[in-house]
């Protein structure tokens, strides 16, 4: 999917609304573009006309829930992650049906949503608070939260684990921590 979700037209913010409260409902399988059609109060030619496959909906979906109903704030320190982290964890497990349909998107390198939403800023946050990092201690740091702040963290959580909400929130706030606690010796002043 190339397009972005800020371009989404009234219509295809409309589908994808539709879509994701269908899924919420009744899961992913069981929705056809007929249900979406009437639940978006359009033709179902006009899903087809802006989603020809359920793969192109489904892809155009998870993007669409990434950004916006688990959307990230933007941090103000590298050190704000744990507490964000635990934050995503606990609307994830809020909302189940739609976590496993971003993580298994993402998990499979096909979504349209970036299978690390927050790389950029945890680059940026870096640059501006741990700029003596050498390069490879920046990318061990940045794929090591950058993973933890994932739907896939969630998903691996709850279903190989059986973990609870409480718990995957406490394990994955901790593991960032340990994480950083590699680099705050470092710290700019």
Same mark, same amino acid.
Do not use: C, K
């Given at each position: ?29 069981? $929705? ?118 994932? $739907?896939?963290?969630? $998903? ?34």
């Amino acid at each position: 999917m190339g397009e972005a979700v800020t371009t989404l037209s009234g219509t295809q913010t409309a589908i994808l609304s539709a879509y994701a409260e269908l899924i919420e409902e009744l899961g992913s399988d069981d $929705v056809s573009f007929r249900v979406i059609a009437r639940r978006a109060g359009i033709a179902q030619r006009t899903v087809f006309r802006n989603y020809p496959t359920r793969v192109d909906l489904l892809l155009a979906t998870a993007a669409w829930i990434e950004a916006t109903l688990f959307a990230r704030e933007e941090l103000d320190s590298i050190f704000d992650i744990p507490l964000a982290i635990r934050d995503a964890m606990q609307r994830y497990d809020a909302r189940p049906e739609l976590a496993h349909v971003v993580a298994e998107t993402a998990m499979r390198g096909v979504s349209g949503a970036a299978p690390a939403p927050g790389r950029a800023q945890l680059e940026r946050l870096l640059d501006a608070e741990v700029p003596s990092l050498d390069a490879a201690q920046r990318r061990a740091v940045v794929a090591a939260l950058a993973h933890l702040d994932s $739907v896939g963290t969630w $998903v691996t959580f709850r279903r190989e684990f059986g973990m609870d909400r409480r718990d995957i929130a406490d394990a994955a706030a901790w593991a960032a921590e340990a994480v950083l606690d590699t680099i705050r010796d470092r710290v700019s002043p």
